[in-house]
Nanobody
Framework: QERLVESGGGLVQAGGSLRLSCATPRIITSVFNSRAMGWYRQAPGKERELVPSITKGGNTNYADSVKGRFTISRDYARKLVYLQMNSLRPEDTTVYYC??????????????WGQGTQVTVRG
């Protein structure tokens, strides 16, 4: 299992922004570069949702609910994955989890998981 460490969550007013980070301290750069990465969330009363994903080649996918508001990116040199969240809404409130997959082209990464970071949006 590869350790994933999320950070950047917090409390923000509706319409505000947060940037989540996912660190991968237990793998070297070449391994990080071979992974597909993503972010999941599970809001109260809803099923788990893959919010965005990014392949080793930089191809991205977004849930319809966040298109135009959230952006996933990766820093290959620092082994970090970011989730930039703009125009936040109260319904975005939940814990966000970072995920990785050994198949670098997997659009639904699910091999490894972090512990999560809480995002709370107040209306």
């Amino acid at each position: 299992q590869e350790r994933l460490v999320e950070s950047g969550g917090g409390l923000v007013q509706a319409g505000g922004s947060l940037r989540l980070s996912c660190a991968t301290p237990r793998i070297i750069t070449s391994v990080f570069n071979s992974r597909a990465m993503g972010w999941y969330r599970q809001a109260p009363g809803k099923e788990r949702e893959l919010v965005p994903s990014i392949t080793k080649g930089g191809n991205t996918n977004y849930a319809d609910s966040v298109k135009g508001r959230f952006t996933i990116s990766r820093d290959y040199a620092r082994k970090l994955v970011y989730l930039q969240m703009n125009s936040l809404r109260p319904e975005d409130t939940t814990v966000y989890y970072c995920a990785a997959d050994r198949d670098g082209n997997n659009a639904v990464p699910n091999d490894d998981w972090g512990q999560g970071t809480q995002v709370t949006v107040r209306g």
